[in-house]
């Protein structure tokens, strides 16, 4: 039947209209974000609740997926999907109307703080993933929020700090997973960075949000700011900017005793009391709205379109007509899938025939926080599980002959919450202690980590610690020494050569034992390959450069343009220590017969893929374009299309990738909006292979 939005607006008082543009406490004091509705026609109200990795309702519990750069790494996009519908189911069963998530940002400064909860250095791949998890949300009855629009690329003075950026690299690499989100995903709601881009702030950015979002893109959602993210009452108004979150200043949102605040959102909190910084605004979309409408500065029907922004989402979740589904939280199927995921996600990054382990060998497991699970990093993104298990707890299930020394104290992690759970204890820890039991076994299992968060960008890219002292100790005594990194993403690795094995499990969740201890004894094939370059140091990174990160007098040069991550290491002849794309498999596979065809479409690449292993495995096939024909610096490859394939022992299959002419695209700066968008006539080059730096096949198309 369908509710008539229109003559609900109508209906509706000034002053009604301002209570429907900006947030109000919860009174249930579970909602990250509120909206009361109206009860007198009949509106009801809106709750949003972070969720990247996961709901965080506050004090409450939901299943800890692994973090989103490792679900990008599985190159899976209908996992992303399936984990998409099981944070929308538990989204509903916390009675929540909107998750905030998920996350598409480029990573572009290799030790950002929230690397963990984006994707990929890649536009392509962030798009498939983000666009398959937005799919897998809304099919809930729930609204996903794509977030943070855009170019949020660092925690390091993140309120003020300008990107700035040329309009081809905003289009070809920063723009595009937002993009997807709208035009494929249907995404219900945007959320604006806390960032400006090219001097102004995300929440007045009239060009970004309404030339381009709304009208070059269609986008007829919700627009809402991140929390006190807004810098202005009638130039966000006129921008594009629709609801203020959390719409109240400071000291009405939290509570009268800071012991008991929760984390707001993005906005964040400690939970002993202690905030991080936050922008220090006034709440704009209340009584300054009303005034600006009030005097003409902002036009009545300015507001109402936001209102019916706001009531259109709220329909198109059904919450008019059948209120919020039930759901489901922590259930066999959502703990069964977090494994999966963080199974899919892990990448072998190196293996001299250490993997797999067998039954029968002994395993000392050494690490400063071995035993317990590496949920995520902090800030807003942080979930409570119902249950974990830990590297250590993992193994001892698996393993025959176990024992575990820490070797150096715990690394300490950042937390915005106080739930209470107990950490790490202290102390047995000693790297002479770890070198005796690596000694006595047959494998040592060193499991090492970083600390990232919100608000803060990492120091460097070394581990914390003395992690890397313990990972040479260990690997001079032990027969065969395998490192497990837990990371947010590349870590520098000086005892590299030292050791037998590499495992990248990023921020595995809820599961990270039961998950690493099927992929050590080879219950399981490690599914992930990288989504960001793996340099040798930080100075291999356009970021390297203090104008390009973090930045000089509030602005960070974005002079690389769109030559990012491998991009940029292809442009200036770099070797990555591991390259975008890399990883291994247990099975060994073999490539052949790759072809290209035209299609009334644009392309199809077609290769053979065999499993010449005596044993099950899963490889990815990745398609690179290279723009020959631009009269433009391009890349020297581009990720356009890919695949991931299982194969039995012996089987081969044909893997085919569709291309469109449009993936041959650049952006010319000389034109306007879409009309830059330029395919060159002539010859180009497609590339077939197993990461960006290991191609079985090249071949040549005409466009």
């Not at 027969?479 to 094995?501: F, I, K």
Request: overall charge negative; some cysteine; hydrophobic content about 40%.
């Amino acid at each position: 039947m369908g509710t008539n939005i229109a003559d609900l607006v109508d209906d509706l008082t000034l002053e009604e209209k301002i209570d429907l543009v900006h947030g109000a406490p919860d009174p249930d004091g579970k909602a990250t974000g509120y909206v009361p509705g109206n009860d007198r026609v009949g509106i009801p109200p809106l709750r949003m609740v972070d969720g990247p990795l996961g709901v965080r309702a506050m004090a409450e519990r939901a299943t800890a997926f692994p973090a989103s750069i490792a679900l990008a790494a599985s190159w899976n996009p209908e996992l992303a999907r399936e984990f998409g519908a099981a944070l929308g189911r538990e989204t509903a069963a916390h009675d929540q109307d909107v998750v905030l998530g998920p996350g598409v940002n480029i990573v572009r400064v290799p030790h950002g703080g929230r690397n963990f909860e984006y994707y990929s250095e890649d536009p392509h791949l962030a798009s498939r993933t983000g666009v398959g998890t937005i799919e897998g949300i809304q099919s809930e009855g729930v609204a996903a929020t794509v977030k943070h629009y855009v170019a949020n690329n660092q925690e390091t003075n993140r309120y003020e700090v300008s990107a700035d950026i040329g309009e081809r690299a905003l289009r070809e690499i920063y723009l595009p997973a937002f993009r997807a989100a709208v035009e494929e995903g249907n995404v219900h709601s945007v959320m604006t960075a806390y960032n400006r881009v090219n001097g102004a702030h995300m929440s007045d950015h009239g060009y970004l949000l309404s030339d381009v979002l709304k009208d070059e893109w269609g986008f007829d959602g919700l627009v809402v700011s991140d929390w006190w993210g807004t810098r202005s009452t009638v130039d966000a108004a006129l921008a594009g900017l629709d609801l203020e979150m959390p719409g109240v200043e400071l000291e009405e949102f939290l509570p009268a005793d800071p012991e008991e605040m929760d984390a707001p959102g993005d906005g964040g909190g400690t939970g002993d009391g202690a905030l991080p910084p936050l922008p220090d605004v006034p709440a704009y979309f209340g009584e300054p709205l009303r005034e600006a409408v009030e005097g003409g500065d902002v036009d009545e029907s300015v507001l109402d379109e936001k209102v019916s922004r706001l009531l259109d989402l709220l329909e198109s979740i059904g919450r008019f007509d059948n209120g919020a589904p039930e759901g489901e939280l922590d259930t066999d199927e959502h703990r069964r899938l977090a494994q999966e995921i963080a199974i899919e996600g892990t990448v072998m990054l190196q293996n001299d025939g250490a993997l797999p382990l067998a039954d029968d060998e002994s395993i000392a497991l050494v690490g400063p926080n071995a035993d317990t699970a590496k949920l995520g990093g902090g800030g807003s993104s942080e979930v409570t599980p119902f249950t974990e298990t830990s590297p250590l707890e993992g193994l001892e299930d698996r393993a025959a002959d176990l024992t575990f020394e820490r070797g150096v104290e715990p690394i300490a992690e950042s937390s915005f919450f106080d739930d209470g759970d107990e950490t790490t204890d202290e102390g047995n820890a000693s790297i002479d202690a770890a070198v005796t039991a690596a000694d006595e076994a047959d494998c040592a299992v060193v499991v090492a980590q970083d600390d990232a968060t919100e608000f803060t960008d990492r120091d460097s890219l070394e581990l914390p610690g003395d992690q890397n002292e313990l990972i040479s100790a260990v690997a001079d005594a032990a027969e065969r020494t395998v490192v497990v990194l837990r990371t947010s993403g590349p870590v520098a690795m000086p005892w590299l050569e030292a050791v037998d094995a590499v495992l990248e499990t990023w921020y595995p969740g809820q599961a990270d034992g039961e998950a690493l201890a099927a992929v050590l004894f080879g219950d399981a094939d490690p599914g992930g390959r990288l989504p960001v370059t793996f340099g040798q140091s930080a100075a291999d990174y356009p970021t390297a450069d203090e104008a390009a990160f973090p930045g000089v007098d509030d602005v960070t040069s974005y002079d690389e343009g769109v030559f990012v991550g491998y991009r940029y290491f292809d442009e200036h002849d770099r070797e990555p220590l591991f390259p975008f794309g890399h990883g291994l498999s247990y099975a060994a596979f073999e490539y052949d017969n790759a072809a290209v065809t035209e299609t009334d479409a644009g392309f199809e690449v077609t290769v053979g893929v065999s499993n010449a292993s005596d044993r099950a495995g899963t490889e990815v096939v990745q398609v690179y374009a290279a723009k020959a024909a631009a009269p433009v610096p391009t890349p020297e490859r581009e990720l356009v299309g890919f695949e991931s394939v299982s194969l039995g022992a012996g089987e081969s299959t044909a893997v085919t990738v569709s291309l469109e002419a449009e993936d041959f695209a650049y952006y010319d700066e000389s034109e306007d909006g879409p009309d830059g968008w330029t395919v060159a006539h002539g010859t180009n080059m497609i590339a077939v292979g197993r990461s960006s730096r290991d191609l079985k096949a090249t071949l040549e198309v005409d466009v």
